[in-house]
């Protein structure tokens, strides 16, 4: 439990960091979406990243862009947090995901499957 925390911890700082390198803010919500995603890419990674890179990025992405969505029909359009809006982007649903993030979730996968794989090694009682 203490490891999944302190993965799901580095996973919330990182992406808020990220979020802050790009868009030059973020919001305390991130962080809980950012620890979430973190696992996901990760345990994702740990099954599939083996057997078909591929495959293991396609699943990342689909499984971020998801969380993004059902966080985002949460926080911006139900709780009018308006936390992020897509609608002048291309290819979007409700302004919650867009094509282009979900590309760009793919790529980011790469660096961070093994990043995940190392702090568990790292943090592995």
Known sequence: MKRFVKLFFIGGAGYTLLEILWRGHSHPSMFVVGGTCFHLIGGIGNRLWRKSRLLAL?????????????????????????????RKLPFNLHGQICLPYSALWALLSIPVIPFYRWIQKKTTP
């Open 58 to 86: 396609a699943a990342c992405s689909s499984a971020v862009t998801m969380v993004e969505y059902v966080s985002g029909c949460f926080l911006n359009l139900r709780l009018k947090w308006n936390v992020w809006d897509y």
